[in-house]
């Protein structure tokens, strides 16, 4: 079945770097667009950022510009983020979600990252 | 960066009663918004696409409407299942941004 399976979430000192992925199963990955979308603990949902279906363009947003890097290995059916430089605020669940045409119709069940000293 | 805001923050209605979710950009974003659905511990789900388009299985109680900078979600006849909280978003320029939400609750 269509899936997405995020992994390598967990608890890290604030400065340090930690690297999500995004396992996708059952769909023509190669194909969609892939974001990242995060929720702090009782909060709402915010985009954390984008990768074209090739990885040809990629945004960010404000908030973790320069310390994030998204990309994907499309051989590998396998969505990236790179986090460096984590600080608190950015304790979170992740999703991965995927869109052949925006808005994003397939989604993660997420993976919990935790900043704290 | 467009600023979307939801009311009401939270939305009390009896089952089988109707539902009423407005959100509202910060300038236009034509029909380029997206309705979500979020049950405790689980992910989004997608319910309405391009500001009335239902999603892939999504019942026909639940449907949007609106253009610009106002839309509106409307859940005609509440079911146990519907009581989440619901999140617009645009997806008309970057960076994509989404309301704070608007929950449902058992009155």
């Known amino acids: 079945q269509v899936q997405l399976v995020e992994s390598g979430g967990g608890v890290v000192q604030p400065g340090r770097s930690l690297r999500l992925s995004c396992a996708a199963s059952?769909?023509?990955?190669?194909?969609?667009?892939m974001h990242w979308v995060r929720q702090a603990p009782g909060k709402g949902l915010e985009w954390v950022a984008v990768i074209w279906y090739d990885g040809s363009d990629k945004f960010y947003a404000d908030s973790v510009k320069g310390r994030f890097a998204i990309s994907r290995d499309n051989s590998k059916n396998t969505l990236y983020l790179q986090m460096d430089s984590l600080r608190a605020e950015d304790t979170a669940v992740y999703y991965c979600a995927g869109y052949r045409r925006e808005p994003a119709d397939i989604w993660g069940q997420g993976t919990t990252v935790t900043v704290s000293s | 960066e467009i600023v979307m805001t939801q009311s009401p923050a939270t939305l009390s209605v009896s089952p089988g009663e109707r539902a009423t979710l407005s959100c509202r950009a910060s300038?236009?974003?034509?029909?380029?918004l997206a309705w979500y659905q979020q049950k405790p511990g689980q992910a989004p789900r997608l319910l309405i696409s391009?500001?009335?388009t239902r999603a892939t299985g999504i019942p026909g109680r639940f449907s949007g409407s609106g253009s610009g900078t106002e839309f509106t979600l409307t859940i005609s006849s509440l079911q146990s299942e519907d009581f989440a909280v619901y999140y617009c978003?645009?997806?008309?320029?970057?960076?994509?941004?989404f309301g704070q939400g608007t929950k449902v609750e058992i009155k």
């Open positions: 391009l500001a009335s």
């Open positions: 978003q645009q997806h008309y320029n970057w960076p994509r941004t």
């Open positions: 300038q236009s974003v034509s029909i380029n």
């Open positions: 059952g769909f023509s990955f190669s194909n969609y667009g």
